[in-house]
């Protein structure tokens, strides 16, 4: 069973920056696509980038596109995601994911494995 552990969250002012972490254990991190997905108070669950497991290829939101930057490190089962110039309207629980089967994987139903959430919060 693969477990997916996030970390890295916390308070931080706007235009400031953060670096979240995704330690994965019980599989074959290099061969999963990895995402990462957000929610905020009273909304849905949305993407936010992803990368596959082989060349490897990132996607992004537009949301985020230029400001976050998601990457892995095979030999130590992490990934993670570098958020620069945080804005208010990232707050939010921020989720990693994993799929078996896909190379590379943009929404929440294609992914098998969920952590459980670190918090991110920017003030303004």
């Known amino acids: 069973q693969v477990q997916l552990v996030e970390s890295g969250g916390g308070l931080v002012q706007a235009g400031g920056s953060l670096r979240l972490s995704c330690a994965a254990s019980g599989g074959t991190f290099s061969t999963y696509a990895m995402g990462w997905f957000r929610q905020a108070p009273g909304k849905e669950r949305e993407f936010v980038a992803a990368v596959s497991w082989t060349d490897p290829r990132t996607y992004y939101a537009d949301a985020v596109k230029d400001r976050f930057t998601i990457s892995r490190d095979n030999a130590k089962n992490t990934l993670y995601l570098r958020m620069n110039s945080l804005k208010p309207e990232d707050t939010a629980v921020y989720y990693c994911?994993?799929?078996?089967?896909?190379?590379?994987?943009?929404?929440?139903?294609?992914?098998?494995?969920w952590g459980q959430g670190t918090q991110v919060t920017v003030s303004s």
């Open positions: 994911a994993a799929d078996r089967d896909s190379t590379l994987c943009l929404t929440e139903d294609e992914y098998d494995y």
